[in-house]
């Protein structure tokens, strides 16, 4: 039987979480950060700083799997690459889906 695929509604916990139950407080700190992240990268890409959108997007392709987000690398990564080959219009459409993925951002489902 295979796994049902995640739905565009449901919550996403921390990997990390689930593998180190003492893990919690520095993915809490890191999940309540992310708001922050995307409106200065919203900022950027209405200035037009595409370079300060690679640098962040680059940063949170880091930090995101290290915290138990495999998505938030994979979706970050599409960002920098968006972001460096200078397609505007596309870094917008890919930080949007990352606004939305990022409001099913869960510490865990516990």
Sequence with gaps: M???P?????PIPSDSVR???SFP???VDFVNGLDERLRRMEEAIGRQNLDAVRRAAHQLKGSGGGYGYPILTERAAELERFAT???LDQCAETLAE???IC????VSTD
């Design 98 to 100: 990352l606004r939305r």
């Design 6 to 10: 995640q739905k565009p509604h449901d």
């Design 2 to 4: 295979t796994e049902e």
């Design 19 to 21: 593998d180190d139950p």
């Design 103 to 106: 409001q099913r951002i869960v």
């Design 85 to 87: 080959s200078g397609s």
């Design 25 to 27: 407080d520095l993915v």
